[in-house]
């Protein structure tokens, strides 16, 4: 009932590398590629994460539309990862950014809360020693959806909290 397009498996993909007839196809694929920065001259930096790869097909055309980074956690992320996101983060302020804002799309259950919590806080801890002890100001983290108050304002469905999820007795946020 929903489009393919909108379904996506991101541990399986295919890949070939860039290969041209002649020096006038690359040079007119390279000009045809040219995409204008729309944040480059902006004060704020956006980027977008989601808990899992198989909503990216329905977010990743919003945010190529709106030229923002997506990225997706697959749940706890790595420190490696969550490294990198915090480079990222800097550097946008380092380049003169005067605010870094970090939205996620998550599921509404103990691990995804939880998950979303680890990540911000790997990240945070990757980023408050280069503001000298003090806590990064500029980098705001905010959970967009799915939110217990969304669940009850739009009765979205739910499902039993999994009773092998060992954050799942003190959490109440399933109906």
Same mark, same amino acid.
């Given at each position: ?34 995409? #204008? ?7 704020? =930096? ?23 980074? $997506?990225?997706?956690?697959?749940? /706890?992320?790595?420190? @490696? ?19 870094? /804002? ?18 911000? @806080?790997?990240? #945070? ?10 806590? +990064? ?6 959970? $967009? ?9 739009? =009765?979205?469905?739910? #499902?039993?909290?999994?009773? @092998?999820?060992? #954050? +799942? ?7």
């Amino acid at each position: 009932m929903i489009p393919y397009e909108w379904i996506t498996d991101g541990t399986r993909w295919i890949t070939k590398p860039d290969s041209f007839t002649g020096i006038d196809q690359m040079l007119n694929d390279a000009a045809a590629s040219y995409r #204008r920065s729309l944040w480059h001259d902006q004060a704020v =930096d956006v980027h977008i994460f989601t808990e899992k790869d198989a909503i990216s097909g329905v977010i990743l055309p919003v945010t190529e539309a709106w030229d923002v980074p $997506l990225g997706v956690l697959r749940g /706890y992320s790595s420190e @490696s990862f969550a490294h990198a996101v915090s480079t990222a983060l800097y550097n946008a302020i380092w380049r003169g950014k005067e605010h870094v /804002y970090v939205y996620q799309l998550g599921d509404h259950d103990p691990s995804g809360l939880d998950a979303w919590r680890a990540f911000t @806080s790997t990240v #945070r801890g990757f980023l408050d020693p280069r503001y000298k002890g003090g806590s +990064a100001p500029f980098v705001h983290f905010e959970r $967009l959806a799915v939110t217990e108050a969304q669940i009850e304002l739009y =009765d979205l469905p739910t #499902r039993p909290t999994k009773r @092998s999820d060992t #954050r +799942a007795r003190s959490f109440t946020g399933s109906r």
